[in-house]
Nanobody
């Protein structure tokens, strides 16, 4: 019922920038928090940045000052602007959204398929 589709990953040199996008589609009542997680080989999935429906944000310490999360509620889309990228930012980045499919039901968490970000010279 809810699909999340990421785009914008790729290969970038250290110090470069990338912008990830994630659009939610399907039939649902409301999207609550949206955000981005990442998982590097051999590591656990970790939270990168989240944004509430009102625009409040949270960031992992490792990306503060370099990454910016934003959302367009009219387009059901969340973005992650990544600047000053480092090799340690290399990972698969996943979009997530907490969604009320129906107003009387508890919300659930949905995930995208992931997009690869590689930072290398």
């Amino acid at each position: 019922q809810v699909q999340l589709e990421e785009s914008g990953g790729g290969l970038v040199q250290p110090g470069g920038s990338l912008r990830l996008s994630c659009a939610a589609s399907g039939r649902f009542y409301r999207i609550n928090d949206m955000g981005w997680y990442r998982q590097a080989p051999g590591n656990q999935r970790e939270s990168v940045a989240t944004i509430g429906s009102g625009g409040n944000t949270n960031y992992a310490d490792s990306v503060k000052g370099r990454f910016t999360v934003s959302r367009d509620n009219a387009q059901n889309t969340v973005y992650l602007q990544m600047n000053s990228l480092k090799p340690e930012d290399t990972a698969v980045y996943y979009c997530t959204a907490n969604v009320h499919v129906r107003s009387w039901q508890r919300p659930g968490d949905y995930w995208g398929q992931g997009t690869q970000v590689t930072v290398s010279s």
